[in-house]
């Protein structure tokens, strides 16, 4: 049975920082296409950034360059989602996706991903 569990959410104010962690099991790490998810109350489910197996990252969504770093550790079956300078519109549930790929690319639709998580709320609010 694969599972897929996310965690490090919380409450901080703007400019704060933040890691979420996701961690799975039941499926073969080393060989997932992983990527971070975020949706706001009322808003589409929009792709946050996307790491290949072999941990080649990629940024999906331009308001979070250079403040939001993804990277994953294939020893320990964890990836990581390091936010920071953290603004209100950051404000989402973050998911973790995860998908069988071993291509030097990774998907930015959460169509592609077949594995998903129950999400961890992150808040922005002074």
């Known amino acids: 049975q694969v599972q897929v569990v996310e965690s490090g959410g919380g409450s901080v104010q703007p400019g704060g920082s933040l890691r979420l962690s996701c961690t799975t099991s039941g499926l073969k790490f080393d060989h997932q296409t992983m990527a971070w998810f975020r949706q706001a109350p009322g808003k589409e489910r929009e792709g946050v950034a996307c790491i290949t197996a072999r941990g080649r990252p990629t940024t999906l969504l331009p308001s979070v360059e250079g403040r939001f770093a993804i990277s994953r550790d294939n020893v320990k079956n964890t990836m990581y989602l390091q936010m920071n300078s953290l603004e209100p519109g950051d404000t989402a549930m973050y998911y973790c996706?995860?998908?069988?790929?071993?291509?030097?690319?990774?998907?930015?639709?959460?169509?592609?991903?077949?594995?998903w998580g129950q999400g961890t709320q992150v808040t922005v609010s002074s």
């Open positions: 996706a995860a998908t069988p790929n071993l291509g030097d690319f990774c998907y930015s639709s959460r169509w592609e991903y077949d594995h």
